[in-house]
């Protein structure tokens, strides 16, 4: 049953003689109650809190004193009492609550300053079961959101962002708008969602129960866009916490703001080029509107580079590379060359960041790590009236038990070339056909309606970068072609055996598989089956 308003209208400004202060970010703490003292307003606190106050010689007095009973049960227990709750959430114009306050010697709180216990830290991190629970805060978001609930008496602020705003709102009478009170309650109210959808995710990923009854997803604000996809479309960057390195957690060493597109097609070429362990060889991914140009590995990370960007160097200006390895020098030298977006790469040398800043605009992204690509997680997309949600794609195919089904095995280089293609095809959007020879792709085919189309297109593509780089035929000649999923009709092989291909990977499942087997063996070329498919849409 609903609770009935009283219609009681709220006050604008409204000032602040109390202060009840609880921060786990103790940064700029001091300064704000400094402040807040120097304009008469009284400091309560608790615990760590108390201590800092009291320590910069600031005069403050303790929740205890509010409740009239102490800290117990290391803490858990202190400041889930009436006497801080009702006098966050007693409203002031109200007879009926002024008498309770009276009666029972609750007095008004009219500035709740706090931050909660660092929860997402710790599980980022990776703290154990137990430290992980004792940093789920409980009177903290209890005070926040009885705080926010009476925005009409009560400003109530979570971030410490907000503390230099909330002192110039206080004028000579120490009061805050209600328009700021409102504003701050929409925040606090966010900040205690994200905070509980940090801890469900948390115990979903405990529980291994990654589709629960409830699903919250939240995240924090790291930046407002210009715009989203189109000028005409507001964005934002917002941060799950999630601890991954990548796009959201890089470092901007250089270069404008990233736009939505550069963090949706950053993202995309960081996950790719990681496919690839560094420690294996040095390799690069160049990709645009979220599908790869051009994908290699060599001896060299400058080798690396020209070989992924010889499948489709006309593709490739304009967009967003990203290396498994240091950006070096000689690495550099020939990206500069060529207009591009964004550079990701784990780390940069002192040689290559000079010549990146002679692009001043070039955003140049360090991330410290690679993230693992058979590490489980989640990803989501809205749709209308609800949200889409699926497990990460960490499938990789050198854990898949690949099957022979043709009369011809693969040799061992057109394994190797199968494997690298398959890899590739997982991060192009479906339809995904990909071809490859020697540790490159020589023809990518993307999100075309009919697969056949994409073998085609990828095809094409590989001619069109024959005759680019000078070359009589076109690299597709004796390579491996990977599909993301199974091949439908024999149409689509015998495409790819036209333009050269002598070894075919797809995850077969096909009710024509045994025909499009026989056409394999009919051209003399190789087929293996992955048994796992990889859509992206």
Not at 402 to 409: E, P
Not at 413 to 431: G, P, R, T, W, Y
Not at 464 to 474: C, N, Q
Request: proline content about 5%.
């Amino acid at each position: 049953m609903a609770v009935a308003s009283k219609n009681i209208p709220a006050p604008d400004r409204v000032a602040l003689r109390t202060a009840l202060l609880s921060v786990s970010d103790k940064s700029g703490i001091v300064e704000l109650a400094r402040a807040l003292h120097e304009k008469g307003v009284a400091l309560v606190s608790t615990g760590g809190t108390h201590k800092t106050l009291s320590e910069a010689g600031l005069p403050v007095r303790d929740v205890s004193e509010l409740t009239g009973f102490p800290e117990v049960m290391d803490g858990r227990v202190k400041t889930l009492h009436p006497g801080v709750h009702g006098g966050l959430l007693a409203i002031r114009d109200d007879a009926e609550h002024v008498a309770a306050m009276e009666t029972h010697g609750i007095a008004a709180i009219d500035l709740a300053v706090i931050n909660l216990y660092p929860f997402e830290d710790v599980r980022a991190k990776g703290g154990d079961y137990p430290t992980t629970v004792e940093n789920i805060d409980i009177g903290g978001p209890a005070m926040i959101r009885a705080a926010a609930k009476n925005h009409a008496y009560v400003t109530v602020i979570t971030d410490p962002s907000d503390y230099d705003t909330l002192i110039a709102q206080l004028g000579d009478d120490a009061a805050t708008t209600f328009a700021f009170r409102r504003q701050m309650a929409a925040k606090a109210y966010a900040r205690t969602a994200a905070y509980d959808t940090a801890i469900s995710g948390w115990f979903a990923e405990v529980l291994d129960t990654p589709m629960p009854r409830h699903r919250a997803i939240g995240g924090v604000l790291k930046e407002e866009m210009r715009y989203g996809e189109n000028p005409h479309q507001k964005a934002a960057f917002y941060v799950t916490g999630e601890n991954r390195p990548g796009v959201a957690t890089a470092t901007l060493l250089q270069g404008k703001q990233l736009s939505y597109n550069n963090i949706n097609d950053t993202d995309a070429a960081f996950e790719l080029v990681a496919e690839f362990p560094p420690e294996t060889a040095p390799a690069c991914a160049i990709i645009k509107h979220a599908n790869p140009c051009g994908v290699a590995t060599a001896t060299t990370l400058v080798d690396a580079y020209r070989r992924a960007l010889a499948c489709d160097s006309t593709s490739a200006f304009g967009g967003i590379i990203a290396l498994n390895q240091e950006l070096d020098g000689a690495t550099a030298e020939e990206i500069v060359k060529l207009f591009t977006e964004v550079i990701i790469a784990p780390s940069v040398s002192d040689e290559a960041k000079a010549i990146i800043a002679r692009k001043a605009n070039l955003r140049l992204l360090v991330t410290g790590a690679l993230p693992d690509p058979r590490l489980p997680g989640l990803s989501a997309k809205t749709v209308a009236g609800g949200l889409l949600v699926q497990t990460r794609d960490n499938g990789m195919v050198e854990d898949l038990d690949l099957k022979v089904v043709t009369r011809r095995a693969p040799t061992a280089q057109e394994l190797i070339d199968m494997k690298f293609a398959f890899k590739v095809a997982k991060h192009v959007k479906s339809n995904a056909v990909v071809y490859a020879k020697d540790g490159q792709t020589v023809g990518i085919g993307a999100g075309q309606m009919s697969r056949v189309d994409s073998v085609r297109i990828a095809a094409i593509k590989a001619e069109e970068a024959a005759r680019a780089l000078g070359l009589d035929k076109p690299l597709t000649i004796g390579s491996a072609v990977a599909s993301e999923a199974f091949l439908p009709f024999a149409d689509g092989l015998l495409s790819a055996v036209a333009a050269g291909a002598t070894a075919v990977i797809q995850p077969g499942g096909s009710m024509r598989d045994e025909e499009v087997i026989a056409a394999a063996d009919e051209a003399g070329v190789a087929m293996v089956f992955t048994g796992m498919r990889h859509f992206r849409h």
